[in-house]
Structures are given as structure tokens and as C-alpha cells.
């Protein structure tokens, strides 16, 4: 009765993960369909496109620095004087009033490209007086100019923000391609694992129903005394232990699963029942592996490295502007204007009339020297700038060898698995040719249980030794890519970065 409980459990086992292949939930992918689901709904590529306009947004605001401030203002100021007694002259004095309108008007903090500063100023202004003739109005307009023509004549504050804010564009783009290229090949061998899990799967049914049938014969062989007792029990342990490593391979198909889940949808709720199901078995394509090719994609195409060359060339904006700073600052300036002013007038018209003819001008120029007499601050940061863009060489060197070494050990792993995945399955061909043939010798009373056992183990474990080689292969293909900058290009993926 125990042996036959044992049996039921099995067998129902087997009919349930035969069901579970039909149920409603199932759904097919490819990788293909895998990897597209990612770039739109991958969470981590959701928000490392946000990095871009952001760069982008910083740009902006570094040419802000060209910006000018534009001034305007009014204003209408009242006066009144008390009268009095002018004891001198022994008249009194009538008290006086007076009304003043002014208005003004700037265009301050201007900036050339050149590092030329400019401002524009203009204003109008009226008095009317009572008692007596004290009516008067009067305006200027005028330009002012300072033009430096050392420190921070080829280099500014603004150019220097503006060029590091460009590097600082193309650094977060590549950051953007260096995340989608990762995110793909953590799907891409996520998917190779989901396929070796389900496979998996099978190779454990179907170690299941080989202990299943044995226990089936062997109980059969017991009940007319051809077999001893101990020879079901060891059937039917092994039938146990092929349960649980069935038991053990499903839990490991459903956390990959959803691993696979995580990667590729933002709602994973709604992915959460459904059952997926590869569209391909595991393959070993022939792959030809050229070590100088493979260099050179990885030096010229990875985006970290790539990333570490911007890092260069943004340090030497740096260099180029704290050198511009060791300079003094010798300018040129001068300005030109117009004045304007009269009696009698009211309503700005005598003035505005000047303005126009041009009648009452004036200017200036002249230059302007200065300099710290030790310059300790200037000359302090450019000997760090200059030590910090040896040390980006230094990191930039490191960085290209360990490109090399990388690709040196990825060459060698997939040679490596590609040779496993023959030799497995040489293993798994020959295992099974032993177990059929310890079969026929059982079946003729010339080999014993433990035997078959052993055979039927040994095939288990082939049938799973090659499944896993396939995986380690095409997931060691997969991570050359990606370490030669090519996964882009290999599965034909085109991004396009705005």
C-alpha cells in the first residue's frame, strides 16, 4: 500500500505539470519580444532616459549667462517748501511747490561671446515748479563697454560652463546607451536561464517517470518472486529523490520567472499569474572569435570607455580655463553717450529733442590693469587641475586594459562552453545508449536494480549537464557583446538618442 500511495503521488505529479503547459495563463515569447517590451517599459531604462534632457536642461541654463538684465522704472516725486518772513528784507516769503517725473531704463550685465561686457542706459526727467519760472527737463542716453583681453578674454565662467555642459550631454547620452546595452543583456541571459529552467523542468519528468515505471516493474517482479523486496525500495527512493529534484527545478523555473517579469514590464501585477513560455530551445551557433577584432570594437565602441574620454576632455577645459586664470585682468574699456537739458520746457520735449539731434555727446575709454600680487588661489588650482587630468590618463590606461583582459576571458569562456556543449551532449548520447542497454540486461535477469539506478542518475545528470552548457554558451556570447560595446549592433537594435 505504501509503495502504491507513493506511486499515485507521482503520477498525479506528472499529470498536474502536464496540465500546467495548457493552462489559460500561458504566454509565448521570444527574446526578440523580451527585449522590445524592455526599452519601453523597463523601469531602470524609464528613468535613465530622464538623465539626457536633464544634461540637456543644464546646458540651457549655462548659456543664461549671456543673459542681460533688463531695467525699467518711473517715478513722480512731490515737494513742498513752508513760507516764512524774510526778516532782512522785511517781506515775507510764500511757500513753494514742486512736481518731478523721471523715468529710467537699463539693459545691465550684458556678455559677449568675446567676454565683451556691455550695458545700455537711457532716462527722462521733468520738474515743474510753483511759484515761478522753474520748469525743466532733461535725459541722457548712453552705451559703456569693457572688453578684457587676458584673464578671461579666450575663456570665461560662461564659456567654460557651456563647453562642460556639451561634454556633460554626450556623457549622459552614452550613460543612456551603456544602460540599455546592460538592461538587454540582463534580459537577454535572463531568458537564456528562463530557457534552461523549464528544460530543466523536463529533464526531472522525465527522471521521474523513468523511477516511476522501474518502481511500476519492479513491484510487478516482487509479487512473483523474481526480485527481492530491497530492490523495490530502492526504486522507490529513488523515485523520491527524483520528486524532489523535480519539486527543487519548478521553484527554480518560477523565481526565474519572475525575474524575467521584473525586467520587462512596469506592471508586474498584471504579469504576475501569467505563465511564460519560451518560443526557442537553446541553441550552440558556430561563432568565429577574433581577438584583435574583438580589441578593437571594445576599445573604439564601449560606452564606459568612451564616457572616460569625455572625462579627459572636460578636464581639459578645465586645465585651458584655470590657465586663462593665472593671467590679470587687463581690459579696454569706453563708452558713448548723450546728454540733454533745458529750462522752460515742460513734458520732456526739450530734452527728447536734444536726444535726437545728438547735440550734447560724450565719451570715455581708457584701460583698466589688475592682479593679485601673489595669485596663490589661481595658481593653486591649475597645478591640481593639471594633477587631476594625469590621473583621468592613468584611469583612462587602466580602463582599456581591463577592456582587454575582459575580452581575453570572455573569448575563453565561450570556447570553453561551446567545447562543453559537444562533449555534453556526447555524454548524454552515450549515458542514454547505457541506460537502454542495462534495460534489456535487467529485463533478462543478467543486471540488478542499483545498477539501473546508477544508469538512470547518470543520464539525469547528462541530460542537465548539456542543458547547462548551452546556457553557459549562449550567455558567454552574450557578455562578449557587451564587453566589446557590440550588443547594439548584434541583435539589431536601433536607438535613437534626442
Not at 107 to 128: D, I, R
Not at 163 to 184: C, H
Request: charged share 20%; net charge negative.
Amino acid at each position: 500500500m505504501k509503495s502504491l500511495g507513493i506511486l499515485l503521488v507521482l503520477v498525479g505529479t506528472i499529470v498536474a505539470a502536464l496540465g500546467q503547459t495548457n493552462a489559460p495563463g500561458v504566454r509565448k515569447l521570444s527574446l526578440e519580444d523580451c527585449i522590445q517590451s524592455a526599452l519601453e517599459k523597463n523601469l531602470d531604462l524609464r528613468i535613465a532616459r530622464y538623465n539626457p534632457p536633464m544634461a540637456l536642461s543644464d546646458l540651457q541654463n549655462a548659456y543664461a549667462g549671456y543673459d542681460p538684465s533688463l531695467s525699467i522704472g518711473g517715478q513722480h516725486n512731490y515737494q513742498m517748501s513752508g513760507g516764512g518772513f524774510n526778516s532782512t528784507i522785511g517781506i515775507p516769503v510764500p511757500s513753494t511747490t514742486s512736481d518731478a517725473n523721471s523715468f529710467s531704463s537699463s539693459l545691465a550685465n550684458g556678455l559677449a561671446p568675446s567676454g565683451l561686457k556691455y550695458q545700455l542706459s537711457g532716462s527722462a526727467s521733468e520738474v515743474y515748479g510753483n511759484p515761478g519760472p522753474f520748469d525743466a527737463s532733461s535725459g541722457s542716453a548712453s552705451i559703456g563697454l569693457s572688453q578684457p583681453l587676458l584673464k578671461n578674454f579666450w575663456i570665461d565662467s560662461t564659456r567654460f560652463n557651456i563647453k562642460a555642459a556639451k561634454n556633460r550631454v554626450k556623457y549622459s547620452e552614452l550613460q543612456l546607451k551603456q544602460s540599455i546595452m546592460t538592461t538587454v543583456t540582463t534580459i537577454e541571459q535572463a531568458y537564456y536561464d528562463l530557457i534552461y529552467d523549464r528544460e530543466n523542468v523536463t529533464v526531472q519528468e522525465k527522471s521521474v517517470e523513468l523511477a516511476t515505471q522501474l518502481v511500476v516493474e519492479n513491484k510487478k517482479r516482487v509479487e512473483v518472486g523474481a526480485l527481492a523486496p530491497l530492490d523495490e525500495l530502492q526504486a522507490e527512493s529513488q523515485a523520491a529523490t527524483s520528486q524532489a529534484a523535480l519539486i527543487a527545478a519548478r521553484s527554480a523555473l518560477a523565481i526565474q520567472a519572475t525575474t524575467v517579469k521584473q525586467l520587462i514590464t512596469d506592471d508586474y501585477a498584471a504579469w504576475q499569474p501569467v505563465d511564460l513560455e519560451p518560443t526557442a530551445p537553446l541553441k550552440s551557433p558556430i561563432q568565429v572569435f577574433d581577438r584583435q577584432i574583438s580589441w578593437s570594437k571594445g576599445l573604439t565602441q564601449r560606452p564606459d570607455l568612451l564616457e572616460a574620454k569625455l572625462d579627459v576632455e572636460r578636464q581639459g577645459i578645465t586645465i585651458k580655463f584655470n590657465y586663462n586664470q593665472l593671467f590679470p585682468e587687463l581690459d579696454i574699456v569706453g563708452g558713448y553717450g548723450h546728454g540733454a537739458g533745458g529750462a522752460g520746457i515742460s513734458e520732456f520735449s526739450q530734452a527728447l529733442g536734444q536726444l535726437a539731434e545728438g547735440s550734447r555727446p560724450n565719451y570715455y575709454y581708457g584701460g583698466q590693469l589688475t592682479f593679485p600680487i601673489a595669485n596663490i588661489n589661481a595658481r593653486a588650482t591649475y597645478k591640481k587641475s593639471k594633477l587631476g587630468m594625469e590621473q583621468l590618463v592613468l584611469t583612462l590606461k587602466k580602463l582599456e586594459q581591463t577592456i582587454m583582459t575582459t575580452i581575453d576571458n570572455d573569448i575563453q569562456q565561450a570556447q570553453s562552453s561551446y567545447q562543453q556543449v559537444a562533449a555534453t551532449r556526447a555524454a548524454r548520447e552515450y549515458a542514454a545508449a547505457a541506460l537502454d542497454a542495462e534495460q534489456k540486461k535487467f529485463e533478462s535477469g543478467k543486471s540488478t536494480t542499483y545498477i539501473v539506478l546508477q544508469m538512470q542518475r547518470d543520464l539525469t545528470t547528462a541530460r542537465g549537464n548539456e542543458i547547462q552548457a548551452l546556457d553557459n554558451y549562449n550567455k558567454a556570447l552574450s557578455q562578449l557583446s557587451l564587453d566589446e560595446g557590440s550588443t547594439l549592433e548584434r541583435l539589431s537594435i536601433n536607438i535613437e538618442l534626442k
